[in-house]
């Protein structure tokens, strides 16, 4: 098959020969942004859908007073508005909450608080109305219809890149993101090098059994995962500028697929702030996340864990080892009764670091 050339970039390299991730593309900051503060759109449609069906059944069972909450008259034809409003936003939950991708229901969405927008237009012209409590249940809708709007407008996207082959692959789990940063105590040209080298990675990253390097842009990893399993995946670097950054991602065939960035930035009193981002597909969605935090394989905290190993490499020579490490199962918090040896366990640490 043949490739493209690589293309090269001041003052690191960028390998494009494959399509750039969507989320890495400069038309797609806004999205970005939304993500980052909003959270998944699939995730969110689903507390719309929650939404819809609480307000629904509010309304179904006490019209007269939620008209009174609004500041419309209560009278018989609100009752009768309010009464098919609440059927309406029944259905739409109902509507989200069957579907994995609902966009057709979320779009149902908009179109109805397009229609209540309407109605509470027309109802600021009644003598009878509580201007106060319209303006601010006017001002409620109209931040729900935005929020409708952005996340259709994600899962329409969603569903083109898939459908497409673009943007990330489609999958029955849920994206999710890490974020971490340490400062450790040496140059970034140090802690750079030792990265690149992604053999080093095993000799922090406790999850972590092997890297092997394929060639320059490529290395297979295996990991340990939940109840003694393991994965693999073959790994491709999008991005290498020397001592700043460095950018990877999963090829097409990796058992969970994952994408992120580690940068090297000079910290203000000296030494290297290391800052990591991670987006990896969790294989079960939110059920499989929260088997492996169980398990202890949260990301979150593994990074954080590995990252703190980093620096006591780089910084004392060696990874600590606790009694509990030394042990390697539940003990008393109390001193082994027989001293242990743990040299023997940090020598390779200790040499590798000194080279």
């Known amino acids: 098959m043949t490739t493209a050339?690589?293309?090269?970039?001041?003052?690191?390299?960028r390998y494009t020969d494959q399509p750039e991730p969507r989320f890495e593309r400069a038309n797609n900051e806004g999205a970005r942004g939304s993500r980052r503060f909003l959270g998944d759109p699939a995730q969110r449609a689903r507390g719309l859908g929650w939404f819809s069906l609480g307000l629904g059944l509010a309304q179904l069972a006490a019209p007269r007073r939620m008209s009174r909450l609004i500041g419309?008259?209560?009278?018989?034809?609100?009752?009768?508005?309010?009464?098919?409003?609440?059927?309406?936003?029944?259905?739409?939950?109902?509507?989200?909450?069957?579907?994995?991708?609902?966009?057709?229901?979320?779009?149902?969405?908009?179109?109805?608080?397009?229609?209540?927008l309407a109605l509470l237009g027309r109802a600021m012209s009644s003598h009878r109305a509580e201007k106060n409590r319209l303006v601010a249940a006017t001002a409620a809708v109209v931040g729900v219809t935005l929020?409708?709007?952005?996340?259709?407008?994600?899962?329409?996207?969603?569903?083109?890149?898939?459908?497409?082959?673009?943007?990330?692959?489609?999958?029955?789990?849920?994206?999710?993101?890490?974020?971490?940063?340490?400062?450790?105590?040496?140059?970034?040209?140090?802690?750079?090098?030792?990265?690149?080298?992604?053999?080093?990675?095993?000799?922090?990253?406790?999850?972590?059994?092997?890297?092997?390097?394929?060639?320059?842009?490529?290395?297979?990893?295996?990991a340990k995962a939940p109840a003694g399993t393991s994965v693999e995946w073959d790994a491709?670097?999008?991005?290498?500028?020397?001592n700043e950054l460095i950018s990877w991602r999963t090829l097409d065939d990796a058992d969970i697929p994952n994408r992120g960035t580690v940068r090297f930035v000079p910290a203000r009193e000296g030494g290297t702030e290391v800052l990591v981002e991670l987006r990896y597909q969790s294989p079960?969605?939110?059920?499989?996340?929260?088997?492996a935090k169980l398990f202890g394989e949260e990301p979150d905290i593994q990074v954080g864990s590995d990252l703190r190993r980093l620096k006591?490499?780089?910084?004392?020579?060696?990874?600590?080892?606790?009694?509990?490490t030394v042990h390697g199962r539940p003990h008393p918090a109390r001193p082994p009764e027989t001293p242990i040896d743990v040299s023997r366990q940090s020598e390779g640490i200790t040499q590798g670091a000194s080279r």
Do not use: C
């Open 5 to 13: 050339t690589p293309r090269f970039t001041t003052p690191g390299r």
């Open 72 to 116: 419309v008259p209560d009278d018989d034809a609100s009752r009768n508005a309010m009464f098919a409003i609440g059927l309406r936003e029944i259905a739409s939950g109902v509507g989200i909450l069957a579907g994995e991708r609902p966009v057709a229901p979320v779009w149902s969405r908009v179109g109805g608080d397009v229609i209540d």
């Open 147 to 222: 929020l409708d709007w952005l996340t259709g407008k994600e899962l329409s996207q969603d569903g083109e890149s898939a459908r497409s082959g673009t943007g990330r692959r489609a999958s029955t789990g849920k994206e999710i993101e890490v974020r971490r940063a340490i400062t450790i105590w040496a140059p970034p040209e140090q802690v750079y090098g030792f990265w690149r080298n992604f053999e080093n990675l095993p000799r922090f990253m406790q999850h972590l059994e092997s890297v092997r390097r394929l060639d320059d842009r490529r290395s297979h990893w295996k």
């Open 236 to 242: 491709e670097m999008v991005e290498d500028r020397p």
């Open 284 to 291: 079960a969605g939110r059920l499989g996340s929260l088997v």
């Open 312 to 324: 006591q490499v780089l910084d004392l020579g060696e990874v600590v080892h606790s009694d509990a």
